[in-house]
């Protein structure tokens, strides 16, 4: 991946969010499935960053949260050598926190070529924060470098963590929250998987996991945090999976072992 692929992705992250503020005081909301929104404006977005995407590159396949192109071709999931690169999009994530006028929403743009994730774009239209990476030149904020904060103590540690929509008192990603809220130092559930990633990448956070999101949720998030020096890895220890993301991500190989031993098992 090269500048101009950053330079794309980045303008239609932009024309993205420009859909979403300017629907943001008046959107029309509905449920895809209990408690799970959708909104005009997640749509709208989705399609203003889809164009910029695919006139930049008609060849290139795209995945995104809406309008029923949630699967990327066969070809990019088998790790084919002529498999064309892959925009994976979240025109909305935080689309909860949108809904209720909160901050901590955003637009998400990653591109998986050659079997891995190697660009990420994520912008913050509330906080004017566009992070990006590109894989082996470091990450950014705003185009200044940030890093992951060297904290290795789960005692000294903010985390935070995503559950699914309509999660239940007795499901393992309750037992997990108290696991964790117990050793930590504070625990957030900040409803953004992508700004987690973010700001653990820019040393807000310390960790951060998630069990049951979906690809275009964490794509952008993994290249950024793994260029601000985070280690990723699936939450029991095992290797990320970019098209199944059930993961840990930690400031420090120590405190990711000690957040992933209290995740495993459960």
């Not at 985070?230 to 072992?257: H, I, M, R």
Request: a negative charge.
């Amino acid at each position: 991946m090269d500048n101009a692929h950053l330079r794309l992705a980045v303008e239609a992250a932009r024309a993205g969010a420009v859909e979403l503020m300017a629907r943001r005081d008046d959107r029309v909301v509905r449920e895809k499935a209990p408690k799970d929104l959708v909104t005009d404006a997640d749509l709208a977005s989705q399609k203003a960053i889809r164009e910029i995407l695919t006139q930049g590159h008609p060849d290139y396949a795209f995945v995104g949260e809406e309008e029923g192109e949630n699967d990327p071709p066969a070809s990019v999931l088998a790790g084919d050598s002529d498999a064309p690169p892959c925009w994976v999009v979240d025109p909305l994530d935080g689309t909860v926190n949108y809904v209720h006028q909160l901050q901590s929403f955003a637009v998400s743009i990653g591109l998986y070529s050659a079997g891995k994730m190697r660009l990420g774009v994520i912008y913050d239209p509330t906080r004017d924060e566009m992070f990006t990476a590109v894989d082996g030149q470091g990450a950014f904020c705003n185009e200044k470098p940030i890093n992951s904060s060297d904290c290795t103590q789960l005692d000294e540690s903010l985390i935070a963590c995503s559950f699914r929509a309509g999660v239940t008192g007795d499901s393992p990603e309750v037992t997990r929250f108290v696991k964790v809220l117990e050793r930590c130092r504070s625990l957030r559930r900040l409803g953004s998987c992508a700004l987690n990633m973010c700001y653990v990448a820019a040393g807000r956070l310390d960790g951060y996991w998630a069990t049951n999101v979906a690809a275009w949720d964490s794509a952008a998030g993994t290249v950024i945090a793994r260029e601000a020096g985070a280690v990723l890895e699936g939450y029991g220890g095992e290797a990320f999976d970019d098209w199944n993301p059930k993961f840990c991500v930690s400031a420090t190989p120590e405190l990711q072992s000690r957040l992933t031993e209290q995740l495993s098992g459960t």
